[in-house]
């Protein structure tokens, strides 16, 4: 079994792609730098709860919906 944090990346990258946002664009858009985003994509980083809830808005989706 994959760990959360390579599960939630995933469906962040998936929903960033269904907006039509490149990396860099979504990662300015939550004011994260592109290395960070790239990381949360990948699994690499296991962001805060303040983190998931930026993304969430920045893809105007309900942090339940994230997951």
Partial sequence: MKPLRVLFGNRVREL???AD??????AD?????????????????NPSLD??????V???VSVKELF
């Avoid at 994260?32 to 690499?44: D, P, Q, V």
């Avoid at 983190?51 to 969430?56: D, H, L, P, S, Y």
């Fill in 16 to 18: 960033r792609k269904v």
């Fill in 29 to 45: 858009r939550c004011g994260f730098t592109r290395s960070y985003m790239s990381r949360i994509e990948t699994g690499g980083a």
């Fill in 51 to 56: 983190a998931v809830q930026t993304i969430a």
């Fill in 21 to 26: 946002l490149k990396q860099d664009e979504f």
């Fill in 58 to 60: 920045a893809l105007r």
